[in-house]
């Protein structure tokens, strides 16, 4: 029969992926399209509404380009994100936990000795991390590689300014005692990007746009799980009400608050600075716990 009805058409587009050869690849399009089609009948969704969510679609492609990923922020504050990273990445005592990677990681940032200051001329404070890349056990992991990256003091990722020239992001590893350090600038609150589809979404939805402060780290060791996660400013404002839902307690630390002086490294620092200790948990991956 050619006359489908809205009562059996999902179950003749269902069977349409009967010979999908990819059990995986069949078993998430069948939800998928079960999902879809549930959401249509119960909101009774108009033609004008379908087409709005279309164009909207469309203007979130239109949006992307190799420095702003309008996706990852549509997944992130609709809490997809999040959603996906508590399924993916359970974690056991004493591991780092992961959050959003978020739309603004670049790859290839500069490899930097440990101790660097990986933002050089950047406006904001100055602000020293420090601590160590340890198993959940406690054991030292040398050669651990932070991959990091944050806003300036002024609540701006480098690849929002003109020039495209990477600014307070860098690669630094841990020394042989699993130990590292690194100075950067203590990051602030900042919205999301407004001026697209995103948000629009977030206005009518009542919403504000803000993100708590915080300075993203993507941790990997050879044998380690890698994690990506933040940390973030205790204090913010924000914190309850992150605009991607990516606060995690155990991510929440104390940025210390010091006068101009000697800071720990021996450096002397002519203005107020902050500092952070922080030590990072990272579990064995499963091909090496099996050998």
């Known amino acids: 029969m050619l006359n489908r009805t809205e009562k059996d058409l ?16 069949r078993q998430v399009m069948t939800k998928l399209i079960t999902h879809l089609h549930d959401f249509v009948r119960e909101t009774g969704l108009t033609e004008a509404e379908w087409q709005s969510a279309i164009r909207f679609l469309t203007a979130t492609g239109q949006k992307c380009d190799e420095n702003r990923q309008e996706f990852i922020l549509l997944s992130d504050t609709l809490g997809l994100s999040m959603l996906v990273d508590a399924i993916n990445h359970r974690k056991p005592t004493g591991a780092t936990e992961t959050t959003v990677l978020g739309p603004f990681h670049v790859a290839g940032a500069p490899e930097l000795p440990n101790g660097a200051n990986i933002a050089e001329d950047v406006p904001g404070e100055p602000v020293y991390f420090s601590g160590k890349v340890m198993s959940p056990n406690g054991k030292p ?16 990722y480098d690849v929002q300014r003109p ?15 699993g130990r590292y350090a690194f100075w950067t600038i203590k990051p602030v ?17 009542g919403r504000h746009p803000y993100r708590p402060a915080h300075t993203h780290m993507i941790l990997s060791a050879p044998g380690y799980e890698p994690v990506a ?5 205790k204090g913010d404002p924000h914190l309850e009400s992150d605009a991607v839902f990516a606060v995690k307690e155990s991510l929440v630390v104390d940025f ?36």
């Open 141 to 156: 992991i040398p050669g651990a590689t932070l991959d990091i990256w944050s806003t300036d003091g002024e609540g701006q």
């Open 256 to 291: 210390v608050s010091h006068e101009p002086g000697v800071a720990p490294d021996g450096r002397d620092v002519e203005r107020t600075w902050w500092s952070v200790h922080y030590d990072f948990g990272l579990v064995e991956a499963a091909s090496s716990v099996a050998k």
């Open 229 to 233: 996660t933040h940390l973030f400013v």
């Open 163 to 177: 020039g495209g020239k990477m600014r307070a992001r860098g690669r630094i590893k841990s020394d042989a005692n």
């Open 10 to 25: 999902t179950e003749v587009v269902l069977a349409r992926l009967d010979d999908a050869p990819d059990a995986r690849f």
């Open 189 to 205: 609150s900042y919205p999301v990007p407004t001026d697209g589809p995103v948000g629009e979404m977030l206005l009518k939805m």
